[in-house]
């Protein structure tokens, strides 16, 4: 199928250069509508009033087809993930007509087309976006401009590249895991600027260490992308459930032939007035997968409305998979890696270290989850945020995904030896150890310090983080409760 995607984008392109740019942009448009005439933007009523009703009945499954799939690689490859050469002349021309948004100089005489789309990323248009900055704000910024790597990096990163944020990183550690992935030590990189963090995640991870390491396990693999269904009525909605259910591996073949790393797994169902939304479930290995399986789940729907009789309108995102919010449906179904670190606190360990006995870290326990409740807190223990944030940040993963990451359950029993068993579920912790930003160079050194850069290296990843937010926890908790807790910011986290 790749082959000959590739050759029809070819021809597609060639024939396009024979058009002027205007009759061009109105042949691309018109295709697109055809092909995604139920992709958001486009007009969804106008084509389902054209389109013969179709009356519900008996269905078989319908076997794998790739039939028709072509032109939706090609709109994808060449609108969707900007390939092909005349989407970068689209995309030039667009910068174009922003200029006064995206800072890009040109000459007046030269035409527009002819603006190539990775100069953007060129020291020439880097220095005038930075000399317009200083003009507009009458700002100098010296440290912001003084990236220690080559701006090309950073393409497909960001666009309107300026420099970059120097975030303070600390080491806290050593931290022990005897997870199924991440086994001996670890010391753990934290971007912050809030002082005492460190040293406190410093103090977890050795009670935990004494205690003889943090036994982390990933429980479940989960990433979503939610696509609503629009049917006449609910009976239509229920029947068209059923439809996905009898054609589930034929949607596996057609995601599996499409995208390389995305596997559809399971599609949730929910059905509400004449709409059904869906919850496609993929496994996506070492990546985070937000925007891939957006692109698996694109493929899945049109070949749907090319086989289901009904052709549904749809709508890609029905907002269920939640993308960067936290929501009860991702602590009950999981999105991203579902992810236990637990260990048992030594009744000697927390005299020494903690300056608490574990009793009082019980009754603790169940006071502040009391009032994670009556807050409608969505952690209940003390802080996973900050732990989560940190290693994010240093680690190059979307820290917009700390919104949903940070959920999770805190659960303590109170041992007969007096020793406290103490675990942390994150039900939705979503990380990658390739692809985005962890390849950026301080991020890419920042994993390598963990041995969690690359293939196969995710659900280590997933372990440690787990672990590092049972160690922020544990040393938070005592804290407060040995009254430590302001006495420690005053002493290490003033800005002096």
């Keep these: 199928m790749t082959s000959r995607v590739v050759r029809s984008s070819v021809i597609s392109a060639r024939s396009r250069r024979a058009c002027d740019s205007s009759t061009a942009r109105r042949a691309a448009s018109?295709?697109?509508?055809?092909?995604?005439?139920?992709?958001?933007?486009?007009?969804?009523?106008?084509?389902?009033?054209?389109?013969?009703?179709?009356?519900?009945?008996?269905?078989?499954?319908?076997?794998?087809?790739?039939?028709?799939?072509?032109?939706?690689?090609?709109?994808?490859?060449e609108d969707l993930v900007v390939g092909g050469e005349e989407a970068l002349e689209r995309q030039g021309r667009q910068r174009h007509h922003r200029r006064?948004?995206?800072?890009?100089?040109?000459?007046?005489?030269?035409?527009?087309?002819?603006?190539?789309?990775?100069?953007?990323y060129s020291d020439e248009i880097i220095n005038t976006r930075r000399e317009f900055l200083k003009t507009f704000s009458g700002a100098s910024p010296h440290h912001l401009f003084q990236p220690s790597f080559d701006p090309r990096l950073t393409e497909g990163n960001?666009?309107?590249?300026?420099?970059?944020?120097?975030?303070?990183?600390?080491?806290?550690?050593?931290?022990?895991?005897v997870g199924e992935h991440a086994q001996g030590d670890f010391y753990i990189p934290m971007a912050t600027s809030e002082g005492t963090l460190v040293a406190s995640y410093s103090r977890g991870m050795r009670v935990i260490s004494e205690c003889g390491?943090?036994?982390?396990?990933?429980?479940?693999?989960?990433?979503?992308?939610?696509?609503?269904?629009?049917?006449?009525d609910a009976r239509e909605a229920r029947e068209f459930g059923k439809w996905l259910d009898e054609n589930i591996d034929a949607l596996r073949g057609v995601v599996k032939a499409s995208v390389d790393v995305p596997r559809l797994i399971e599609i949730e169902k929910y059905v509400v007035a004449h709409m059904l939304y869906t919850r496609f479930c993929y496994t996506t290995r070492d990546a985070a997968?937000?925007?891939?399986?957006?692109?698996?789940?694109?493929?899945?729907?049109?070949?749907?409305?090319?086989?289901h009789p009904a052709k549904p309108r749809y709508v890609l995102s029905g907002n269920i998979d939640t993308d960067k919010k936290h929501s009860m449906m991702n602590m009950i179904q999981t999105r991203g890696k579902r992810v236990v670190a637990e260990f048992a606190l030594k009744r000697d360990v927390a005299k020494e270290l903690l300056r608490i006995e574990p009793e009082w870290l019980y009754?603790?326990?169940?006071?502040?989850?009391?009032?994670?409740?009556?807050?409608?807190?969505?952690?209940?223990?003390?802080h996973s945020a900050n732990g989560i944030a940190a290693m994010f940040i240093a680690t190059g993963q979307d820290?917009?995904?700390?919104?949903?990451?940070?959920?999770?359950?805190?659960?303590?029993?109170?041992?007969?030896?007096?020793?406290?068993?103490?675990?942390?579920?994150?039900?939705?912790?979503?990380?990658?150890?390739?692809?985005?930003?962890?390849?950026?160079?301080?991020?890419?050194?920042?994993?390598?310090?963990?041995?969690?850069?690359?293939?196969?290296?995710g659900d280590q990843l997933a372990e440690i983080i787990a672990a590092v937010v049972l160690a922020?926890?544990?040393?938070?908790?005592?804290?407060?409760?040995?009254?430590?807790?302001?006495?420690s910011h005053e002493k290490m986290g003033r800005n002096r």
């Excluded at 960001?158 to 895991?177: C, H």
């Excluded at 396990?217 to 990433?223: A, G, P, R």
């Excluded at 957006?294 to 409305?305: D, F, H, N, V």
């Excluded at 999770?408 to 150890?433: F, H, K, Q």
Aim: glycine share 10%; hydrophobic share 40%; aromatic share 8%.
């Design 213 to 232: 390491g943090a036994k982390c396990t990933v429980v479940k693999h989960s990433m979503q992308r939610a696509p609503v269904f629009l049917f006449e």
């Design 158 to 177: 960001i666009e309107n590249f300026i420099g970059t944020a120097q975030v303070p990183i600390g080491i806290a550690g050593p931290l022990k895991m």
């Design 100 to 120: 006064h948004h995206s800072f890009v100089a040109r000459d007046e005489a030269q035409p527009a087309s002819l603006v190539d789309i990775g100069l953007n």
């Design 399 to 457: 820290a917009a995904n700390v919104a949903e990451s940070h959920a999770g359950m805190n659960y303590v029993e109170l041992r007969d030896n007096g020793d406290l068993y103490w675990s942390t579920t994150l039900p939705a912790l979503i990380c990658a150890t390739y692809g985005g930003g962890t390849g950026l160079p301080t991020q890419r050194e920042c994993l390598e310090m963990m041995d969690c850069y690359g293939d196969g290296k």
């Design 472 to 487: 922020g926890d544990v040393s938070l908790s005592s804290a407060i409760l040995a009254h430590e807790w302001v006495s």
């Design 363 to 382: 009754e603790f326990r169940h006071i502040a989850g009391i009032g994670a409740h009556l807050a409608g807190a969505s952690y209940s223990g003390a």
């Design 30 to 77: 018109s295709e697109l509508d055809e092909l995604f005439p139920a992709f958001p933007g486009r007009d969804l009523r106008k084509r389902v009033a054209a389109e013969q009703k179709v009356e519900h009945g008996a269905r078989k499954p319908v076997a794998v087809s790739l039939d028709g799939l072509d032109g939706v690689a090609r709109a994808v490859d």
């Design 289 to 307: 997968g937000q925007n891939m399986t957006g692109k698996a789940t694109l493929y899945a729907c049109e070949w749907i409305r090319a086989n």
